[in-house]
């Protein structure tokens, strides 16, 4: 036997996963630092006429004769002198034409208006692969896009969502800086305010996620036990209390959610005005969704005997990774649509490999250059985010009384 192979048949497994950990970590951050020199960050990219005129609804033309007379967020120049916007100037320029135009202020400026409640939508399926993540993503930067004021908070360990951002979890999300510092029962917990950080799309902020938000699930049960929780905080409700010292700063906040049925799972699916649960239209994942339908149910009727009562607008499932050629996914789908009815998004994220490229780049389809990936298949795959976004804003504004 070699050296080397000796050393490592003698290697404690726990040192060889740590040491793994590291070389990964190290690895993943020299690639970040390559994707976005020369400080490692993201940056949103510019948005051409034609793009902000779609997402504001003010012509072209209107945008043209502005940047002439100099009225307005001045935009930058292109290569080829094409003029283009940041999303931070897109808002700005909703801003002024909403007070320019007071009667048309949701179409400028659809946030939620007095009366209207903060929606708190949760992305929940305890079986991996299901697009949690990329669900969230996508209907954060959907939303943000559309003008709403968006808080994306991290409650996985794993932090998928929190690179998605460009917060490598443990280089950039130091200690007391995810979600469990405003959770924790001890004197060390933290106001939301906090922990909240900006990101580089405007329009959204982040509360992100490691591994220290495991903690959550360790201290609890020890908190129960100790009888720490206090007769006004049951511990399902903490989260619900955390989101209500910054709800006033937003109109709608997700919560991606772990993969598994634990207690952070549980703050969120008490805490959320709307559920959206992920499934891939696979009869493996049909049967685990089964099970985590089942489970949740005992876990709400737990919520019910505590004496405490969930307030949701709505509960959608969402077919992800959806291969409308696949028979067998066919098949899956049409007995979900005949068992839950409406009660399933009639639009479905199609399976693409623009998704797939978008997120090893750590982007979503939003953040895509013209060029990047083929443009049939990029508009193919927007075209169906955009549907499964589009009908879950239907069902935020239906919540607000708009339609």
Known sequence: MSKQATIAAAEDPGDKITRHARMLSGELQARREQMYPPNAEKQLRYFLTNEVSKLT?????????????????????????????????????????????????????????????VQILAIANFKGGSAKTTTSAHLAHYLALHGYRVLAIDLDPQASLSAMFGAQPELDVGENETIYGALRYDDDRRPMKEI???????????????????????????????????????????????ISEIEDDY??????????????????????????????????????????????????AVIR????????????????????????????????????????????????????????????????ESGNIGAGTVRRARESIDAVNGRIVDLVERSWNRT
């Open 305 to 368: 005997d505590a004496g405490a009562t969930m307030q949701q607008d709505f509960l959608r499932y969402l077919i992800t990774r959806h291969d409308p050629n696949d028979q067998s996914q066919v098949h899956v789908v049409g007995m979900l649509r005949s068992l839950f009815g409406e009660d399933v998004l009639t639009p479905t994220a199609v399976e693409s490999s623009a998704v797939e490229t978008a997120g090893l780049a750590k982007r979503t389809l939003y953040e895509l």
């Open 196 to 242: 909240i950080r900006k990101t580089y799309f405007s329009g959204v902020d982040l509360i992100p996620g490691n591994i220290e938000v495991m903690e959550y699930e360790h201290e609890t049960p020890r908190a129960l036990a100790d009888r720490r929780t206090g007769s006004q905080e049951i511990f399902f409700e903490r989260l619900r209390i955390a």
């Open 251 to 300: 109109d709608i906040i997700l919560l991606d959610t772990p993969p598994s049925l634990g207690f952070l799972t549980l703050g969120a699916i008490y805490a959320a005005t709307g559920l959206i649960i992920t499934v891939h239209p696979a009869m493996l994942d049909v049967m685990s969704m089964s099970q985590f339908l089942l489970m949740m149910g005992d876990l709400i």
């Open 57 to 117: 609804t003010i012509p072209e033309s209107t945008l043209r004769t502005m940047s002439i007379e100099g009225k307005g967020p001045t935009p930058a120049r292109l290569e080829n002198n094409h003029r283009a916007y940041t999303l931070a100037q897109i808002n700005e320029l909703r801003e002024m034409f909403a007070d320019m135009r007071p009667s048309d202020l949701r179409r400028y400026l659809p946030r939620r208006q007095e009366g209207e409640h």
